[in-house]
């Protein structure tokens, strides 16, 4: 990794840190895939009803369109339309991966939508997982892990806590790898194979790479 020095009174090395970031390799953008978005936070506006906000994972969107948003606590989805989309305050008629949007729907309540949901279209048949197979790391932990231990999951908007269930090994310790299956205290959750997540409690940390969905 290069060091590059800048200062953002003089502008000292900015020319060469513009050329750098200029030659880094552009991020591949899903367009061609079917919608993915995990909604951040949730509004309901006076006039307008239930606005969802976040970044599009990958596919587009275009205002008028079909959706599905959920999982609910049991796995199901709601159909809804996008009334119009927003962005940075400027409202559009399209956006694609990557950007951050603030959409209005209609078809569904204010309490029903909440942080980690997602939209996606219908065509996507989305994965539902409440317990899912991953590999892991774990990187700070006081004593060690063992069956049964309930950290919170981090993966894209969701946090939630899972159970542990440990594979070929009675216990992980701070530095170690292992196989692990985890199942969601409360609701299950989209996710995909090769997903990476962070996973968290008091001064435990660790990450860890989705692998298989069980169920």
Avoid: W
Avoid at 56 to 68: F, N, P, S, T, V
Avoid at 188 to 198: S, V
């Amino acid at each position: 990794v290069p060091i590059l020095k800048t200062s953002s009174v003089t502008l000292e090395g900015y020319d060469l840190l513009g050329k750098f970031l200029l030659n880094l390799p552009e991020r591949r953008k899903n367009f061609d895939k079917p919608l993915i978005m995990f909604i951040d936070k949730i509004y309901n506006v006076s006039g307008i009803g239930t606005v969802v906000s976040g970044t599009i994972k990958q596919g587009k969107l275009q205002a008028g369109k079909e959706l599905m948003v959920g999982p609910d606590d049991e796995g199901n989805f709601k159909k809804v339309r996008a009334t119009s989309i927003e962005t940075h305050y400027h409202r559009v008629t399209e956006a694609d991966t990557g950007f951050v949007v603030g959409i209005a729907l209609r078809g569904v309540n204010y309490e029903y939508v909440k942080r980690g949901m997602m939209l996606c279209e219908e065509t996507l048949k989305p994965k539902i997982a409440k317990s899912f197979e991953a590999e892991i790391l774990v990187l700070t932990h006081p004593t060690r892990i063992t069956n049964g231990y309930e950290p919170v999951i981090h993966l894209a908007t969701i946090a939630e806590s899972a159970k542990v269930e440990l594979a070929g090994k009675e216990y992980l310790k701070a530095g170690e790898t292992g196989k692990v299956k985890f199942t969601f205290k409360y609701s299950p959750h989209f996710m995909e194979e090769g997903d990476r997540f962070i996973f968290r409690e008091g001064k435990t940390k660790g990450i860890g790479t989705v692998t298989k969905i069980l169920s």
